[in-house]
Every structure is written in C-alpha cells, then in structure tokens.
Nanobody, 121 residues
Framework: QVQLVESGGGSVQAGGSLRLSCAAS????????MGWYRQAPGKQRELVAA???????NYARSVKGRFTISRDNAKNTVYLQMNSLKPEDTAVYYC???????????????WGQGTQVTVSS
C-alpha cells in the first residue's frame, strides 16, 4: 500500500559527503514522522535522525552537527545530507515513515529497502 524508495548511497572517503533521498508513494492519507535509521554489521538498528510534519527534528548524538535531515511535504520525500563522514558511519541506511493509509484509522510503520553507505579511511 505504501512504498518507500531510497537513493543516494555509495562509497566515499572519510571527510566526504553523501545525500540520501527517500520518496514515499501509495495510498497515503497522512504522512507523519519520517526518519533515517542505520544498521552496521553485528549491531542493532539505530535511529540517525527523524523529522515530523511540522519540522521538529531529532538527531542521534553521534551525527549531530554533521548530518542534516529535511523533508519536502509536497513530494512526500525526506532527505539526509551527510557531511564529514567517518568510517564508523558505514552501515545500511533505512528510511522509515509513519503513515496513515487511506481508509485506515491508525498509523503504521513502513520501511525502505535500505541503501549501503561505506566510508573508507
């Protein structure tokens, strides 16, 4: 019913930048909080950044000051600008959206397929 399509991952050297995008489509009635999570090998998935419809933002302490999350509500798209990348940022990055589907009375969580970000030293 709802699809999240991510783009923008890749490989970069330490200190470099990447920009991730995630577009939501489908039977969307309300698209609420959108965010980015990441999962490194052998580690649990963790929140990187999240943004509400009104623009309230929450960052993980490890990325604050280096990453910037933003969204375009008209395009149902969320972005993650990642600067000053470090090797420890290497992970699969997943887009997440809290969505009320058309005809539904409750909110559900949706996930993208994940995009690999690799930062070499």
């Amino acid at each position: 019913q709802v699809q999240l399509v991510e783009s923008g991952g890749g490989s970069v050297q330490a200190g470099g930048s990447l920009r991730l995008s995630c577009a939501a489509s489908g039977s969307i009635f309300n698209l609420n909080t959108m965010g980015w999570y990441r999962q490194a090998p052998g580690k649990q998935r963790e929140l990187v950044a999240a943004i509400t419809t009104e623009g309230s933002i929450n960052y993980a302490r490890s990325v604050k000051g280096r990453f910037t999350i933003s969204r375009d509500n008209a395009k149902n798209t969320v972005y993650l600008q990642m600067n000053s990348l470090k090797p420890e940022d290497t992970a699969v990055y997943y887009c997440n959206a809290e969505v009320v589907v058309t005809g539904s009375s409750h909110e559900d969580d949706y996930w993208g397929q994940g995009t690999q970000v690799t930062v070499s030293s």
